[in-house]
């Protein structure tokens, strides 16, 4: 379980290092609903998404999340006062959507939409904002992967890449979206790339009932 926690510890700790950038308001995006009633799942008809995880993986609460990423910024950071920054900055610029994770092996799909400083960044700038941030954190990270791929009926880059962090081996794969005035990321995390492809198929097109 301690495993477990740490694995979860670590993906988070990065997508709030690599996507944080100051905002202020939440803007015309439109936030997706998380059910639990007969399975877990978050819906966004929005985005045209819905993301449906097996009875393995456990949805997070926003407090649990914010614990999470409380813990990985001291664990990372200890008392530096730069995670401090990180962790006051993520809270404002960044909207977690969703957060489920394998309690068997850590694996973890998390979606998260951040408004960018500036309104009128590309999406390839975007992109290419994000593998400079992930490549400068404090892990051993390989050089990020990047293109396009299908992924619930659109075509959305994407970025791919590996990472070390005390002896914990994580891939990451994360896919990009744009919905009203935000960037939308779907982090899919685990210690192979098979895992992540059986994620990937967790997510299916949606556009409501």
Request: net charge negative.
């Amino acid at each position: 379980m301690k495993k477990v926690k740490f694995f979860c510890i670590v993906v988070l700790l990065l997508v709030s290092l690599a996507f944080t950038a100051v905002c202020f308001a939440d803007g015309e995006f439109v936030r997706g609903t998380l059910t639990t009633v007969s399975y877990d799942a978050y819906v966004n008809p929005e985005l045209g998404i819905r993301c449906v995880v097996p009875e393995s993986y456990v949805m997070a609460t926003e407090e649990e999340i914010e614990q999470i990423m409380a813990a990985g910024v001291d664990m990372i950071f200890k008392e530096d006062e730069a995670g401090k920054q990180i962790l006051d900055v993520s809270k404002i610029t960044l909207l977690y959507e969703m957060l489920a994770v394998n309690n068997n092996d850590g694996s973890s799909i998390t979606i998260i939409a951040e408004k960018p400083i500036l309104s009128n960044m590309t999406m390839k700038q975007y992109v290419d904002d994000n593998i400079s941030q992930i490549s400068s954190l404090p892990m051993d990270i390989s050089e990020p992967e990047s293109g396009k791929e299908e992924f619930c009926g659109q075509e959305l880059n994407y970025l791919a890449y590996s990472m070390n962090y005390q002896g914990v081996n994580v891939m990451q794969k994360i896919f990009f979206m744009e919905s009203g005035d935000r960037f939308v990321i779907f982090q899919l995390s685990a210690k192979d790339t098979d895992t992540i492809n059986t994620m990937k198929g967790f997510f299916s097109e949606y556009h409501g009932e």
